[in-house]
């Protein structure tokens, strides 16, 4: 069995952070471990607390986590200030952790900013070099590149705008565009560069709380397995669909997916 960290915030309601991370790992074999980094009071109408874990104990957790079950893979989510990405980047680099997915939470769904300044440029200094890949929506991949996306082509100019400063793979989630929801994939590695477009499926379900979460994760179980880059995106994105698809429908907001539809469908 392969195993997955997940250095992410905790969602009460369960359908984003640390508690869609660990169904996610389920859902695909694997044994998930947590380091919270943040607790929230929140449900699918919205966020109403938010209290940060003292770095000190983000590291201790993080030591426990890899001096007794090393992980396969990590995934990184919401990390909150700069003194705990500092954290958490020293104790990765200690350990030399591997297939790092880190999703860039930097932006919340309404448009306000998740990171304050120093957060984001020590996230940019401090975790971006570490992770073999990045998954920003168009508002983060924005923050990082400096210039608006409106357009696919401008996803293209933002990757490679940010792979001028970062030696990972990026992809770009195209979920905000307004032509397409179609995903842009640049490949870096030791072979060179290379450019992957997933088309994006419209799946009529307003629940997709969560989503971004469950990508990364995935995509961090798949590496764990030993997919290569690109097809450890497309499993992942293909999970993601069939939880959207399989239209739970949970709360009063925007509800959370369905992140065992597979284990479920046989018994419908």
């Not at 992410?8 to 508690?19: E, N, T």
């Not at 983060?140 to 590149?145: N, R, S």
């Amino acid at each position: 069995m392969k195993k997955v960290l997940s250095i992410a915030g905790s969602d009460s309601s369960g359908g984003a952070g640390i508690q869609a991370d660990i169904k996610t790992m389920i859902a695909h074999g694997s044994y998930g471990m947590t380091v919270i980094t943040v607790l929230t009071a929140q449900n699918t109408t919205g966020v109403y607390g938010i209290a940060a874990v003292e770095s000190t104990f983000v590291e201790n957790q993080i030591d426990c986590i890899f001096s007794d079950i090393f992980p396969d893979a990590v995934k990184i989510g919401m990390v909150y200030s700069a003194e705990i990405i500092r954290s958490i980047a020293n104790k990765l680099k200690h350990y030399q952790a591997k297939n790092i997915v880190l999703d860039p939470v930097m932006v919340a769904t309404s448009g306000g900013r998740l990171l304050s300044d120093d957060s984001i440029e020590a996230l940019k200094t401090e975790l971006m070099p570490l992770a073999d890949l990045i998954t920003p929506n168009i508002p983060e991949a924005e923050c990082l590149c400096g210039f608006g996306i409106s357009a696919k082509a401008d996803m293209v100019r933002a990757a490679k705008k940010i792979a001028t400063s970062y030696a990972g793979s990026i992809l770009i989630k195209g979920g905000h565009l307004f032509e397409s929801a179609d995903d842009f994939l640049l490949i870096q590695d030791k072979k060179g560069h290379e450019e992957v477009w997933f088309p994006g499926v419209k799946i009529d379900n307003p629940n997709t709380h969560g989503t971004g979460c469950t990508l990364s994760s995935a995509i961090a179980c798949n590496l764990a397995i030993g997919y290569k880059m690109e097809l450890a995106v497309k499993k992942a994105k293909d999970y993601v669909s069939g939880a959207l698809a399989a239209n739970l429908d949970l709360g009063k907001g925007n509800g959370p997916l369905d992140h065992g539809f597979q284990l479920t469908s046989g018994c419908k």
